[in-house]
């Protein structure tokens, strides 16, 4: 017993010691952090909207929720983990992995469907930032990200084994 519970905190602190080298931050990579809205669909009844920050030169994680408000037919949140190959900031293209949850609801011309069916997600995302002004402070991103459905559904489910979703965003970086 003894030997489990030590074996427990040297991974432990093994994580401990790798998050926190992951998260320094070097000042010479601002900005370093944004948060944005997609103005796009909000338009059309979709809160779409990220945050992200650096956790080390050409590294970064964030998260993005969607949610619809009018015609529903999906939600979802997923957090994302981006190397950014060309900049130690937030600029230019980064492409990573992402992981989150979806929820799928009824489709109108399908009565027979479940109403809604949730399920875990792992995807890829692709995605470009332009920082513009005088202090790089506003943002402009296009990306797009694909996941695909990590469980078995039932064929009456409104969940699709692939989904995804465009983006679209303008925000402030800092």
């Not at 926190?20 to 990579?29: E, R, S, V």
């Not at 792992?122 to 402070?137: M, R, S, T």
Request: charged residues 20%; positive net charge; aromatic residues 10%.
């Amino acid at each position: 017993m003894k030997a489990k519970a030590l074996l427990i905190v040297i991974i432990a602190l093994a994580c401990q010691m790798q998050l926190t080298g992951l998260m320094a931050k070097d000042t010479a990579t601002r900005p370093a952090s944004e948060i944005a809205i997609n103005p796009v669909f909000l338009a059309a009844g979709t809160l779409s909207t990220e945050c992200e920050t650096l956790v080390k030169p050409h590294w970064s994680v964030g998260a993005n929720l969607w949610y619809e408000y009018s015609d529903v037919e999906a939600r979802f949140a997923y957090l994302k983990l981006l190397y950014h190959p060309y900049h130690t900031n937030l600029k230019g293209f980064g492409i990573g992995a992402s992981a989150g949850m979806i929820t799928r609801y009824r489709e109108k011309d399908k009565p027979n469907q479940k109403s809604s069916d949730t399920a875990p997600t792992l995807g890829a995302i692709a995605q470009h930032n332009w920082l513009l002004g005088k202090n790089d402070n506003w943002l402009l991103g296009i990306g797009f990200n694909l996941h695909a459905i990590l469980k078995d559904y039932d064929s009456n489910s409104p969940l699709r084994r692939v989904d995804g979703d465009l983006r679209l965003m303008t925000g402030y970086a800092w």
